[in-house]
């Protein structure tokens, strides 16, 4: 425990903020009189673009109750030390990629980049270890990383993730991998898994051996990050984009070949129950994942058209082509909850980033539900009328029909053209003439005909006609 505590006091003498802007200093900022723009990296996602969230949130909805899974809602901001000690000092995404600033209580403090980290975080700090276990808890929300901008690259982007904490058999490894396989394909998207071990820490420390034994061979042809990765953290050395590196690692040793029996056993576990329920996959032994807390299996999901272009033209650019695809990653991290504090737990779990689903779902062409129709628009002439007409409106909608309206305008035409770009079946018109003989005009929008109803027994009459 002491150890613990002096490691951590160490981490956290190391944290850095990439960027310090005491927040008094803010009063002396030159604004600026332009139209703010929304920052590089970030998008608002508009109406129009809701239809395809609600299908994701819908499917996450039925998958995660399918699986027995729980929903947890974690804070958008964590100690900076949280993502350090558990994704990892070397790694992409807290070296490179982190908003991190120090906050007005002087704490360094980060936007997640994952919600991994803070799950195990979480577990610990609620005592999750004394719920039955394992525990199958699952999030949705935006995680940030100050990545390059690109297609299906954003800094702020959403990711739905799942993740069993306290059980470290394979048939849960293999069950995580088929329902990130279930949620992509249920939408339509034909995908492919790769799997790979990266073994224990028993078998790494062999591997690694040779790992760095095979690039201090090859060193002067590495890039600069790689070079300066090499002794500290060598197995990012085969994650590296870089062209040059790419080629170099074909040749370097393999971890499969280092794997000890247990690791072994459990990998062959994993893929027995893969073959079982045939999801397809294919064994890719450079898989090694972007973050530190890994342990035994990882995996990513890729989009199948893709993945097959890759296979057979792995030309320049391809590596940096391959990290903007991946739908899905994940994998076991039995050592993540000890690593933070906890008692060992072994975990597994994955995230799948959801823009990177919609611009597949869009590229592909494929059926996303309309917004639900509408059934009766309510339209009205004159001061009086428009009164009468949301009383009426409100009664039409606590009866359950679909009503629609717009009161802010004030032309039959306007209305109309509302009620038919909304593609209502029925609109209800009630002018000072119809008011005052207590009548209102219904309007069959398919036919173009019209004919006078009685105001009093208007909802009588439209629940029959659609029998609500
Ligand atoms: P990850 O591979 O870093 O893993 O991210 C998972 C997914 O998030 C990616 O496959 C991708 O779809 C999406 N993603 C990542 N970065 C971006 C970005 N800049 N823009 C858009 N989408 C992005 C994790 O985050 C781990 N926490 C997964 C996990 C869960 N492992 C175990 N449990």
């Known amino acids: 425990m002491a150890k613990l505590k002096k490691k951590e006091k160490n981490v956290k003498k190391n944290i850095k903020p990439i960027?310090?802007?005491?927040?008094?200093?803010?009063?002396?900022?030159?604004?600026?009189?332009?139209?703010?723009?929304?920052?590089?990296?970030?998008?608002?996602?508009?109406?129009?673009?809701?239809?395809?969230?609600?299908?994701?949130?819908?499917?996450?909805?039925?998958l995660t109750t399918d699986y027995g899974f729980e929903r947890i809602d974690l804070p958008l901001l964590e100690e900076t030390s949280l993502f350090i000690r558990s994704v990892g000092k070397e790694t992409d995404i807290v070296d490179k990629e982190m908003f991190s600033f120090v906050d007005r209580g002087n704490e360094n403090v980060s936007l997640r980049p994952?919600?991994?980290?803070?799950?195990?975080?979480?577990?610990?700090?609620?005592?999750?270890?004394?719920?039955?276990?394992?525990?199958?808890?699952?999030?949705?929300?935006?995680?940030?990383?100050?990545?390059?901008p690109q297609s299906g690259r954003y800094r702020q982007f959403y990711q739905f993730g799942v993740e069993v904490l306290g059980d470290k058999q394979p048939v849960l490894d293999a069950q995580i991998i088929i329902m990130a396989y279930n949620f992509l394909t249920s939408i339509g998207l034909p995908v492919n898994v790769q799997v790979n071990s990266i073994g224990c820490n028993n078998c790494r420390k062999e591997y690694k051996v040779q790992l760095v034994n095979f690039y201090k061979s090859q060193k002067h042809d590495l890039c600069e990050d790689c070079k300066e990765r090499l002794p500290k953290n060598p197995l990012r050395?085969?994650?590296?984009?870089?062209?040059?590196?790419?080629?170099?690692?074909?040749?370097?040793p393999q971890i499969v070949d280092f794997l000890c029996d247990e690791c072994k056993s459990h990998f062959m576990k994993v893929l027995e129950f893969l073959e079982e329920l045939e999801i397809p996959y294919s064994l890719n032994s450079q898989l090694v994942r972007g973050l530190d807390y890994y342990t035994k299996t990882v995996f990513e999901i890729w989009p199948q058209a893709e993945q097959a272009a890759l296979d057979k033209q792995p030309e320049p650019g391809?590596?940096?082509?391959?990290?903007?695809?991946?739908?899905?990653?994940?994998?076991?991290?039995?050592?993540?909850?000890?690593?933070?504090?906890?008692?060992?737990?072994?975990?597994?779990?994955?995230?799948i980033g959801?823009?990177?689903?919609?611009?597949?779902?869009?590229?592909?062409?494929?059926?996303v539900p309309e917004k639900e129709k509408r059934d009766i628009f309510v339209a009205q002439l004159g001061e009086s009328a428009k009164r009468k007409a949301m009383k009426l409106y409100e009664t039409l909608r606590s009866e359950g029909?679909?009503?629609?309206?717009?009161?802010a305008k004030d032309g039959l035409k306007n209305q109309l053209e509302?009620?038919?770009?909304?593609?209502?079946?029925?609109?209800?018109?009630?002018?000072?003439?119809?008011?005052?003989?207590?009548?209102?005009?219904?309007?069959?929008?398919?036919?173009?005909?019209?004919?006078?109803?009685?105001?009093?027994?208007?909802?009588?009459?439209?629940?029959?006609?659609?029998?609500?």
Not at 434 to 463: C, H, P, W, Y
């Open 114 to 148: 994952e919600a991994t980290a803070q799950i195990a975080r979480a577990y610990i700090n609620h005592g999750m270890f004394n719920l039955p276990q394992p525990v199958k808890l699952y999030y949705l929300g935006p995680m940030f990383r100050y990545d390059r």
């Open 418 to 468: 509302v009620a038919n770009k909304l593609g209502v079946k029925y609109t209800l018109i009630l002018g000072q003439k119809e008011l005052s003989e207590g009548t209102i005009l219904l309007r069959d929008m398919d036919a173009g005909s019209q004919e006078t109803l009685n105001f009093n027994k208007v909802v009588k009459d439209i629940k029959k006609r659609l029998e609500v």
């Open 354 to 367: 959801l823009e990177r689903v919609i611009l597949k779902i869009k590229e592909l062409n494929l059926a």
């Open 401 to 407: 029909f679909k009503v629609a309206e717009c009161f």
């Open 237 to 252: 050395l085969l994650d590296c984009k870089e062209e040059k590196c790419s080629a170099i690692k074909e040749d370097a």
């Open 318 to 351: 391809a590596e940096d082509k391959k990290a903007q695809i991946a739908l899905a990653g994940g994998g076991r991290y039995d050592n993540l909850v000890e690593i933070l504090g906890g008692r060992p737990t072994p975990a597994v779990g994955f995230s």
């Open 19 to 62: 960027k310090t802007e005491k927040a008094d200093e803010a009063k002396n900022f030159k604004v600026s009189k332009k139209t703010p723009q929304v920052l590089r990296g970030f998008k608002d996602i508009l109406p129009g673009e809701q239809r395809y969230w609600d299908l994701l949130y819908a499917k996450v909805a039925n």
